[in-house]
């Protein structure tokens, strides 16, 4: 027996024409730049409900069984912690999953899922679910997965896709060759990381005047010569010209390097003009407002954490080295993070709050204490042209070069 759901015969032929516009949009596209966060995922008797931070570009379910669990994979979306159970679901969990995230439901009766639908604005995902007995549970979990593009929800068998296209993969990319180092031998090494590049301009002033990618460049060199004057540490660029590096790259180069401190260079934007002041970003799962879950990202586990190669490990043991490793790191990171907006509090306009947390991707090194740098927003006519102008780059590199020295100061003292 097929099970599905389709437009009346009236409307079937534009809803197949648009499922297939929404399949090549994706495809075309890849990983969505608004990419988001699961907000909430409630169930409502039969109904479950889960919202997202920024549209969604497709979803799929399926049935597992032994224990019974309905499994739901959203693309390009990163998971979140509110969850309340009910009804036929006795749990509900979340993880990473690909290039987005999974929802468990943990079912206390066998159910399946019977339609399912985007909202409007791809924000909200509505399932509707059926009790069934455990005999037709079993067949389904067999036979079926649902796929969700927006606006239509879509049934189909998995083993016979109504549409299929196939092209070829590209070729993957060399790693990057590893930047520069410059300094004296046997010091702490640094990594600067200028934001955005190439064909990424990131943040533009209100009058197109300023790019954020040739702003960060110039503070990021700006620092860079302001640490190596002071003669304690060895500094290293990702990038020293006009060139786009994926966020992977840009902590793996620091990783692959084996820094001892990584600092993202940014500049922020907001649609107030009013809006000033540097803050400093750590990782942490959860954000701290809603001004950093905007900027979250998503990515995977790292396999390699300081020279353990945890392939062979147990899930439970990587788990735990994993944990332990990233919570000393995170508070390092902290630390490094209250130092610097010390530091830079008489030399630069810096938010009183300038501590702030958020799932930043290019922050996700377990093993390296990182910090992302907005040093101002672009799109305050103050800001901007104080990080235009030579002194208050300098201002800038200033502050980094002091909060660096304490920082290698405090954990040689420390040790």
């Known amino acids: 027996m097929h099970l599905g759901w389709t437009p009346r015969a009236s409307a079937r032929h534009i809803a197949r024409v648009l499922f297939l516009l929404a399949l090549l949009s994706g495809w075309l596209t890849g990983v969505p730049s608004w990419a988001g966060v699961v907000q909430e995922v409630r169930v409502h008797g039969d109904r479950v409900v889960v919202k997202f931070d920024a549209p969604v570009t497709r979803a799929s379910a399926f049935l597992l069984s032994g224990p019974q669990r309905i499994a739901l994979d959203l693309a390009g979306t990163e998971p979140g912690r509110v969850a309340v159970a009910d009804g036929a679901v006795a749990r509900i969990r979340q993880g990473v999953q690909g290039d987005g995230a999974r929802i468990v439901f943990d079912l206390a009766r066998p159910a399946i899922v019977s339609e399912g639908s985007f909202g409007k604005d791809g924000r909200t995902l509505t399932l509707q679910l059926r009790t069934v007995d455990d005999e037709r549970f079993a067949r389904a979990a067999a036979e079926r997965r649902m796929r969700f593009l927006p606006p239509f929800a879509w049934l189909q068998p998995a083993s016979r896709p109504a549409y299929s296209v196939s092209m070829p993969l590209p070729r993957r990319m060399p790693a990057a060759p590893l930047p520069r180092v410059y300094g004296e031998a046997n010091r702490p090494l640094v990594v600067i990381d200028a934001g955005h590049g190439g064909h990424d301009p990131g943040a533009v002033s209100g009058d197109g005047g300023l790019r954020e990618k040739d702003v960060t460049l110039a503070v990021a060199k700006a620092i860079r010569d302001a640490l190596l004057a002071s003669g304690r540490v060895r500094v290293a660029l990702t990038r020293e010209d006009d060139r786009f590096l994926v966020l992977q790259e840009r902590y793996g180069l620091a990783r692959r390097l084996k820094a001892d401190l990584f600092i993202s260079v ?27 879950a905007r900027l979250a990202a998503r990515e995977n586990k790292a ?5 353990v190669d945890l392939g062979a490990a147990s899930p439970d043991i990587s788990s735990i080295l994993i944990d332990l490793t990233q919570r000393e790191t995170m508070n390092a990171s902290a630390n490094f993070a209250r130092l610097l ?12 709050n300038y501590h702030r947390m958020a799932s930043l991707m290019v922050l996700k090194a377990p093993d390296m204490p990182s910090v992302l740098f907005e040093t101002g927003y672009i799109s305050n006519s103050g800001d901007a042209a104080f990080l235009a102008s030579p002194e208050g780059r300098r201002k800038v590199a200033q502050s980094v070069r002091k909060a660096v020295e304490i920082h290698f100061a405090t954990r040689m003292a420390a040790r």
């Not at 500049?267 to 107030?272: E, M, R």
Request: net charge negative; proline share 5%.
């Open 341 to 352: 907006g010390r530091e830079a509090q008489p030399l630069m306009p810096i938010k009183a």
């Open 303 to 307: 396999d390699i954490l300081a020279g």
């Open 266 to 292: 940014h500049c922020d934007s907001a649609g107030n003009a009013d809006a000033t002041g540097a803050t400093v970003y750590t990782l942490s799962e959860v954000a701290s407002d809603k001004e950093a």
